[in-house]
């Protein structure tokens, strides 16, 4: 008798919670939830794992398309080193280029890259664009330093900025997610990303690649997805307050090791309120100079938020006067 009441109580149990599940599910459809989609792509894998930086451009040559609203194809050639292809002579003196897509040239052809645009103007110097898409701060940092581990002994290290980097450099919870809702475009893995921290005593904390919270069902239920969606905001939140300072210091982190290396180290600011870091550059007496233009219809790709030729060739152009202004090649 004991034992049938028992049971009846945990059927009572688990049909009230399976009751409320579904309830739930439903208000949240209503609501405009939706269970877990990737962003379906034809683009092929251009990057692989790697335990440090998350991910780095494979070796060849890409035929890719802009967007799913832009089907305009574009060639990338990657070469052995990651890097991206720049047509220019080999040198003894390299520039090495750092950063996101936006260096990298998402979009643009090899020979239409702000970094290729550069070297035609210094034909005495072999630039290397080791721009890598979705890199921020960290990534570039960490590249960097493997370079230089590796043997590189660059001139000059341009290290190209855009404001989002902040939001990676903390590994956000929304650009976790981002990243792994467009992971079908380019990435063999689910993408991991490296991140840093501030920690006691104002020390810079590295952290090993993270990445996107996925529980099971996600793909069926919309509850998954909005547990999901909030328990990656939640446990990310407080590194928010510290995404400026983190910048901060890894530019000076970049500055250090390239002035242990002979390197010149320059900031490029290519879309950011450059006034809020300002003062904090002159003051450590980094190289800046402030490329920002205006992206809109006439310097964007259609259908895609990432800069045209048309704006390559601007920031081509504040680059090289600053360069030649300044001096920094001679």
């Not at 034992?3 to 739930?24: E, Q």
């Not at 290519?270 to 992206?295: G, M």
């Amino acid at each position: 008798m004991k034992s049938t009441l028992l049971l009846k109580n945990i059927l009572t149990t688990f049909l009230g919670i399976f009751l409320s599940l579904v309830v739930i599910e439903i208000m949240l459809r209503i609501l405009g939830y939706t269970p877990w989609h990737y962003d379906k792509s034809n683009n092929p894998s251009i990057y692989r794992f790697d335990n440090e930086l998350g991910w780095i451009s494979k070796s060849g040559k890409f035929s890719m398309s802009i967007s799913k609203s832009n089907k305009d194809i574009f060639e990338m050639t990657i070469e052995n080193d990651s890097s991206r292809k720049v047509y220019g002579n080999p040198a003894e003196n390299k520039i090495l280029f750092l950063g996101g897509s936006f260096t990298q040239g998402w979009g643009v052809n090899d020979n239409e890259t702000f970094a290729n645009y550069v070297q035609k103007n210094f034909k005495n110097y072999q630039i290397k664009n080791f721009g890598q898409g979705g890199y921020g701060s960290v990534q570039s940092y960490l590249l960097l330093k493997r370079l230089y581990n590796e043997g590189a002994k660059p001139k000059l290290v341009v290290y190209s900025f855009i404001d989002h980097h902040e939001y990676r450099n903390v590994a956000r919870g929304e650009w976790l997610r981002l990243l792994l809702k467009y992971s079908n475009s380019g990435h063999e893995t689910s993408p991991r990303v490296p991140f840093a921290t501030i920690g006691k005593n104002n020390v810079t904390n590295f952290h090993k690649p993270v990445g996107y919270p996925m529980f099971p069902l996600r793909e069926s239920l919309s509850l998954v997805n909005f547990l999901e969606f909030n328990y990656a905001k939640i446990t990310t939140k407080r590194r928010k307050k510290m995404q400026k300072e983190v910048l901060r210091k890894l530019l000076l982190e970049m500055k250090k090791i390239s002035d242990n290396k002979n390197s010149v180290f320059l900031f490029v600011n290519l879309k950011s309120e450059i006034s809020e870091h300002e003062n904090f550059l002159i003051n450590q007496r980094i190289n800046y100079v402030d490329c920002n233009i205006k992206l809109s219809e006439d310097t964007l790709l259609d259908g895609d938020y990432h800069p045209n030729v048309k704006a390559h060739k601007l920031y081509s152009r504040c680059i090289t006067s600053y360069l030649k202004r300044n001096n920094l090649l001679f």
